[in-house]
């Protein structure tokens, strides 16, 4: 029996648009509930969300079974932190802040067994080999790993050739909060020189026959973004949901007046 199939990656490969959600409160209650909701896939961030390896397990079962793929992006690109997501049953990695093709060609190494790589043969203790229950894990594992690689900086963007062409790189996400503040737009991700240089990027990687990705809340420009090409698009994080709707609900509360809404006839009766 070999690896499950990565059918994120697959439709990555196909070309077809895969929208995704970000999670970061870190909690597999809220990650059930937005697994519920049909989204492609959701981003569980260990980057800047506080999230540890049991808690992105939890949050990894909670989404079992439903139509989202996981993600996940560690806080760092680091070959013993790589490990430890794909033991867990991570098939798809997003690892931030990547500037060189040394850098991503050391991350393909990270996420592929002997000989191709140097990830630590230790799937008989692992949840990705269902414990040692899929026979074939070892031999089939890598062919499903999904690595994207996410550049934020202007040093990223001037190596995104390399670091796009390289074999092994499923995809490259653009960062553009960090990309912005790199460039001087610190807090401005929509600023129109952050855009241009965000659209260029998209084009580039896409012509590396790779699949090209971003995050972006402001729903215009994440259209723009798929009529472009990329493929894989965030469209907004749990985070903010929860936060806009609590304030929201409590200001709508603080406005109501029952009276203007109440008809003549149908008072409500306790």
């Known amino acids: 029996m070999p690896a499950p199939k990565n059918l994120f990656k697959q439709a990555l490969k196909e070309g077809r648009a895969q929208i995704g959600l970000w999670q970061a409160l ?13 989204y492609d896939w959701l981003l569980l961030d260990a980057e800047h969300a506080p999230n540890d390896i049991p808690l992105l397990v939890s949050q990894l079962q909670a989404i079992k079974g439903s139509p989202s793929h996981a993600v996940i992006r560690p806080p760092i690109g680091e070959t013993f932190i790589l490990k430890q997501m794909l033991d867990i049953g991570a098939q798809t990695l997003l690892i931030p802040m990547v500037d060189s ?44 790993i999904c690595l994207l690689l996410q550049v934020e900086s202007r040093v990223g963007l001037a190596a995104i050739d390399d670091i796009a062409s390289i074999e092994g790189v499923d995809g490259v996400f653009i960062g553009p909060a960090d990309l912005a503040a790199d460039m001087g737009f610190l807090g401005k991700p929509g600023a129109p ?7 260029k990027a998209l084009l580039k990687i896409q012509s590396h026959g790779k699949a090209a990705g971003i995050l972006m809340a402001d729903l215009v420009l994440a259209k723009r973004y798929l009529e472009l090409g990329a493929t894989f698009v965030a469209i907004g994080n749990d985070v903010t949901l929860l ?15 029952a009276a203007e809404t109440e008809r003549p006839g149908t008072a409500s009766v306790y």
């Open 193 to 199: 020189e952050v855009q241009a240089e965000v659209e």
């Open 26 to 38: 870190a909690n597999p209650y809220t990650v059930e509930i937005c697994a519920g909701a049909g």
């Open 243 to 257: 936060a806009n709707a609590t304030t929201r609900l409590l200001a709508d509360f603080r406005n109501f007046n």
């Open 101 to 144: 093709k040394a850098q991503a060609e050391d991350m393909v190494r990270a996420v592929r067994y002997p000989p191709h790589g140097v990830r630590g043969v230790g799937a008989a203790l692992a949840r990705a080999s269902a414990f040692n229950r899929i026979a074939d894990y070892l031999q089939t594992a890598n062919d499903e």
